[in-house]
């Protein structure tokens, strides 16, 4: 077997290299010279394409290392649509940096967060400390508390929410893979002026969870604080289906045509923004 057929790509996120450089000592660690015969790094600074890969060439044991990546860091994947020659052959044309690396003390060195003669731009989160981030925020005017069976609906008034400036929390766009459910829900809340309670059908399905726990939460607030801090909006139910204490407050149906409208119109007027 040649070492053409024991060369594994590896893409690593080059605005994440704080992280990156923990896997590339642990495959340095853990495969010494007499395996392990090359190991470099292609960095591309190309702002539109910024990329980093890792190249590592093995003499022996390729199925070992495939077994060990797998099991070890299933989210890392072997680029099988490029071959080590399309990428040494793109060096020129890509202007490609190229660094070899012997073994896990260069990597402090070789990917550091900050920019170097190799990398021209930090990490994300050197940025982040400098710059900040352009579309964080601490405060939302409004939270918007749904069942996600109504979402179609949610997103049309999240909408048009948006188009007239009003800050909405909307778990599609404030919860992302890997965040803690709660931890988000609980800033959410915390840092929300107003509710805007979808109730129906499946709001109130004990399977739904989440939105009567955050509708608890509003009501709990306003008795404790007597300010009105939520909206009610119908979506499909009648007085009669809505809980004792919900019957006496005043909704918007959305099944009126201009519902949507007069939502936005409604959140505009209170001095909230």
Not at 134 to 158: E, I, N, Q, R
Not at 203 to 226: H, I, L, V
Request: some cysteine; hydrophobic content about 40%; glycine content about 6%.
């Amino acid at each position: 077997m040649t070492i053409a057929e024991q060369t594994f790509i590896i893409h690593l996120d080059y605005g994440n290299r704080a992280e990156e450089r923990k896997f590339v000592a642990d495959v340095l660690d853990n495969f010494d010279k007499d395996t392990l015969c090359g190991a470099n790094l292609f960095i591309n600074n190309d702002p539109y394409g910024l990329e980093l890969l890792l190249s590592l060439n093995f003499e022996k044991d390729g199925d070992k290392f495939e077994a060990w990546l797998r099991n070890k860091y299933p989210a890392k994947k072997r680029e099988y649509r490029l071959l080590f020659e399309d990428v040494t052959g793109a060096i020129s044309r890509k202007g490609y940096n190229v660094c070899g690396l012997v073994d896990s003390d260069m990597i402090t060195f070789s990917m550091p967060s900050v920019a170097n003669g190799l990398f021209l731009f930090p990490d994300r989160k050197v940025i982040h400390s400098v710059w900040g981030r352009p579309t964080a925020t601490s405060s939302f005017s409004v939270f918007l508390s749904h069942s996600s069976l109504d979402k179609p609906l949610v997103d049309a008034v999240f909408n048009e929410l948006h188009k007239r400036d009003v800050r909405a929390w909307y778990d599609r766009y404030e919860i992302e893979p890997g965040d803690s459910i709660t931890d988000k829900i609980n800033d959410g809340l915390a840092n929300s002026k107003l509710g805007l309670l979808f109730f129906s059908k499946n709001f109130f399905d004990a399977r739904s969870g989440w939105p009567t726990k955050e509708a608890n939460y509003f009501f709990q607030k306003q008795m404790r604080d007597g300010k009105k801090n939520f909206i009610a909006l119908n979506i499909d139910l009648s007085v009669d289906d809505l809980p004792p204490l919900l019957q006496d407050f005043q909704f918007i149906d959305m099944r009126s045509p201009s519902a949507i409208a007069e939502v936005v119109e409604f959140v505009k007027k209170q001095s909230i923004l």
